[in-house]
């Protein structure tokens, strides 16, 4: 090999470790940014229930049915599968705005239930915030299954078509970043198309 061929395939090599790392900017940015839409809306249904155009016991209910992990369910007090006495929390842990207080409280409903929301909201939310700190990183995948690929990393990113392209083309690279159970679960879903990945924690 020439010296200037390995010259050149040494600065292909820069190019693509440059190409990857603004990559993985550009995905870290808008992941920044999905969690900047979510606090907003956050803070627009509070204050919508601050105002009583929501009613709270509509809003608690949807988000129970809403949550599934047993880390945020227990944030709003919702039973969740390791309680051994789910019953009893279910009926004794009622959530701020439920019928009971409703009725209990009368005309203090509002501003109690809204600052009970709030608290638990933002707390949801900086669970959100703070737990985004795994990076998934795709290090090889069967050429034969790369369509496969293509649609789980789409689900995975929410990236549109041409990105998502993009981004596993430049393998091995960083797909995502989110939290540790939400990584674990992409990264089942990438090796059931026999894709090597790899998580590392952002430290």
């Given at each position: 090999?020439?010296?200037?061929?390995?010259?050149?395939?040494?600065?292909?090599e820069?190019?693509?470790?440059?190409?990857?790392?603004?990559?993985?900017?550009?995905?870290a940015?808008?992941?920044?940014?999905?969690?900047?839409?979510?606090?907003?809306?956050?803070?627009?249904?509070?204050?919508?229930?601050?105002?009583?155009?929501?009613?709270?016991?509509?809003?608690?209910?949807?988000?129970?049915?809403?949550?599934?992990?047993?880390?945020?369910?227990?944030?709003?007090?919702?039973?969740v599968?390791?309680?051994?006495?789910?019953?009893?929390?279910?009926?004794?842990?009622k959530?701020?705005?439920?019928?009971?207080?409703?009725?209990?409280?009368?005309?203090?409903?509002?501003s109690?239930?809204?600052q009970?929301?709030?608290?638990?909201?933002a707390?949801?939310?900086?669970?959100?915030?703070?737990?985004?700190?795994?990076?998934?990183?795709?290090?090889?995948?069967?050429?034969?299954?790369?369509?496969?690929?293509?649609?789980?990393?789409?689900?995975?990113?929410?990236?549109?078509?041409?990105?998502a392209?993009?981004?596993?083309?430049?393998?091995p690279c960083?797909i995502?970043?989110?939290?540790?159970?939400?990584?674990?679960?992409?990264?089942?879903?990438?090796?059931?198309?026999?894709?090597?990945?790899?998580?590392?924690?952002?430290?």
């Amino acid at each position: 090999m020439t010296k200037k061929l390995e010259k050149l395939l040494e600065q292909r090599e820069k190019i693509n470790a440059r190409i990857q790392k603004a990559r993985a900017r550009e995905t870290a940015q808008k992941r920044k940014e999905d969690t900047r839409r979510k606090i907003l809306l956050g803070a627009l249904v509070i204050e919508m229930m601050d105002k009583g155009e929501l009613d709270d016991g509509v809003i608690m209910k949807r988000l129970e049915g809403f949550l599934t992990r047993d880390i945020d369910r227990k944030l709003f007090d919702f039973p969740v599968q390791g309680d051994s006495d789910s019953t009893e929390t279910t009926s004794d842990k009622k959530p701020t705005s439920s019928k009971k207080t409703t009725e209990s409280k009368g005309a203090k409903k509002g501003s109690s239930a809204s600052q009970s929301s709030e608290g638990k909201i933002a707390d949801l939310i900086r669970t959100e915030v703070e737990g985004s700190s795994v990076e998934i990183i795709l290090e090889e995948y069967p050429s034969d299954q790369k369509m496969a690929i293509l649609r789980t990393v789409r689900e995975v990113t929410n990236l549109g078509l041409k990105e998502a392209k993009d981004l596993i083309e430049s393998t091995p690279c960083v797909i995502h970043k989110t939290t540790q159970s939400s990584a674990d679960g992409a990264k089942k879903k990438l090796e059931k198309f026999g894709a090597k990945v790899s998580l590392k924690v952002d430290s």
